[in-house]
C-alpha cells in the first residue's frame, strides 16, 4: 500500500514537470531561424505580408501584429512581439507555417492512398477523379486549383501540391469517401495506414 502511494506521488511530479520542459522544447524552436535555399525567394512586405517564391511555385501568408519575421542572409527569424502567451504561440505557428511554406515551393508535398476492396479503382478525366469504392454508382471527386492529382494504378491515389495543409485536407476528403471499415479494411486509406480490423462474431447455434 505504502509503495503504490510513493509511485503516485512520483507520477504526479513528472507530470507537473512536464508542461514546463515542454514550453522549453518550443521556445527552442520558435528562437531557432528558418533556413531557406538559394532557389527561394522570400519577400517580406511592411512586416504584413510574406511572400515565397520557389521552383514549384508561389506561396503568400498575412501576418499579424503579434509577430515579427526578419530576413538574415538566407534564413527567417521568426519572433513575438511580446511576453503573451498568445503572442508567444503565434510566433512558433507561424514559423512552422512558413518552413512548411518553403518546403512546398521548393520540394513540393504529397500524399498517397491505396483503395482496397473487389472491383475499386480510381481514374482521371480532365479535372475529376471517377471512383469506384462499391457503390451502385460512380464517385467523383472534382481536383480543386493548384492541386495535381495522379493514378498510378487502378487502385493508387498520389496527391500533390505546394500547399501542405491543402495536399492533407484533399486526402482526407477523397478518404472519407469510403473509409476503411473494421472487419476487413475495404475501403481508401493512406499509403502508410494501419488498420486494425475486429474479429467477426460467430454467431453459434
Not at 21 to 30: A, Q, V
Not at 136 to 157: A, G, L, M, N
Request: proline letters at 4%.
Amino acid at each position: 500500500m505504502i509503495e503504490r502511494q510513493e509511485n503516485k506521488v512520483r507520477v504526479e511530479k513528472s507530470c507537473v514537470l512536464l508542461p514546463s520542459f515542454m514550453n522549453m522544447i518550443m521556445s527552442s524552436k520558435t528562437k531557432k531561424p528558418v533556413q531557406f535555399p538559394d532557389s527561394v525567394d522570400v519577400l517580406i512586405q511592411d512586416n504584413e505580408r510574406i511572400e515565397v517564391k520557389g521552383k514549384k511555385g508561389e506561396l503568400r501568408l498575412d501576418l499579424i501584429s503579434e509577430v515579427a519575421v526578419s530576413i538574415q542572409e538566407s534564413s527567417l527569424n521568426v519572433q513575438s512581439t511580446s511576453n503573451s502567451k498568445f503572442s508567444k504561440a503565434a510566433a512558433g505557428t507561424y514559423r512552422s507555417l512558413i518552413n512548411n511554406m518553403i518546403i512546398g515551393v521548393s520540394e513540393g508535398y504529397e500524399k498517397k492512398l491505396k483503395l482496397v476492396g473487389v472491383g475499386y479503382r480510381a481514374s482521371i478525366q480532365g479535372k475529376k477523379v471517377n471512383l469506384a469504392l462499391g457503390f451502385s454508382h460512380p464517385v467523383v471527386y472534382k481536383i480543386p486549383d493548384e492541386i495535381e492529382i495522379q493514378t498510378p494504378s487502378k487502385t493508387e491515389i498520389t496527391i500533390k501540391g505546394i500547399d501542405k495543409q491543402k495536399v492533407g485536407q484533399v486526402a482526407a476528403e477523397i478518404r472519407s469517401l469510403r473509409p476503411p471499415e473494421p472487419y476487413k479494411g475495404k475501403g481508401v486509406r493512406y499509403q502508410d495506414e494501419h488498420i486494425s480490423l475486429k474479429e467477426i462474431k460467430k454467431v453459434v447455434v
